[in-house]
């Protein structure tokens, strides 16, 4: 078991420009969550999966930001004509829905995205 | 009002020293609460959980949980150089799934 993984580590873009990043939880963790954090911040909730299915999606993400878990695996998060605003470091995270680690969600590295 | 409240700090403990951190939540049906430690520039890590009023420790590290005046802290006995970092105090309501964090305490241990 490798943990979570994210790629990629860092990305910087120039406004208005798409990007993507994945996620790849571990295995066997059916719910996936994406954060977003700034300096100073704590993370901050995003949208979350479980197995393909997008439960939650934040009032706060904007039409630009959508994410995908087609099989229920890995997961993507694409942000369209990325703004300034949107520089932040991007976490994923993946979590059990049974058994004594149910609530614990485990963080992946993180996707550092730059906004020129 | 925030969901998750905690001191920014910093916080600055002697080495060996207990380091006391402090959180307050707004939702009552808040049910799992979680410590998480963060190095600059790296991502959250899982100190500890604690579902149930009380103490829990683990190693140096002990949680406390009052759910009548919503709070949670987290007690560092013999605090080290090595957990100088910001402390993330998280809180989860079952229903939604997803964690409120809290800003963070950065905690700065002086040798």
């Known amino acids: 078991d490798t943990g979570v993984s994210q790629d990629p580590r860092h990305k910087i873009t120039k406004r208005g420009q798409n990007v993507t990043f994945r996620c790849d939880p571990i295995?066997?963790?059916?719910?996936l969550y994406w954060y977003r954090q700034t300096l100073g911040q704590g993370p901050e909730f995003l949208t979350y999966?479980?197995?393909?299915?997008?439960?939650?999606k934040s009032r706060l993400l904007s039409d630009r930001f959508s994410a995908e878990r087609p099989k229920g695996s890995f997961s993507t998060l694409e942000i369209q004509r990325t703004e300034q605003g949107d520089s932040a470091m991007y976490l994923c995270?993946?979590?059990?829905?049974?058994?004594?680690?149910?609530?614990?969600?485990?963080f992946g590295p993180g996707t550092r995205l730059t906004v020129l | 009002q925030k969901e998750v409240e905690q001191n920014s700090g910093p916080l600055s403990v002697p080495e060996g020293a207990i380091a006391s951190l402090n959180c307050t939540y707004s939702d009552r049906v808040s049910q799992s609460f979680f410590w998480y430690r963060q190095y600059s520039g790296k991502s959250p890590e899982l100190i500890m959980s604690?579902?149930?009023?009380g103490d829990k420790e683990d190693g140096r590290f002990t949680a406390q949980l009052n759910k009548a005046s919503q709070y949670v802290s987290l007690l560092i006995r013999d605090s080290q150089p090595s957990d100088s970092a910001t402390y993330l105090c998280?809180?989860?309501?079952?229903?939604?799934?997803?964690?409120?964090f809290g800003a963070g305490t950065q905690v700065v241990v002086t040798p």
């Open positions: 998280a809180v989860r309501n079952d229903s939604w799934g997803k964690f409120q």
């Open positions: 604690i579902y149930s009023n």
């Open positions: 995270a993946s979590s059990e829905t049974s058994g004594s680690n149910a609530d614990t969600q485990y």
């Open positions: 999966f479980q197995n393909e299915a997008q439960l939650e």
């Open positions: 295995s066997e963790h059916n719910r």
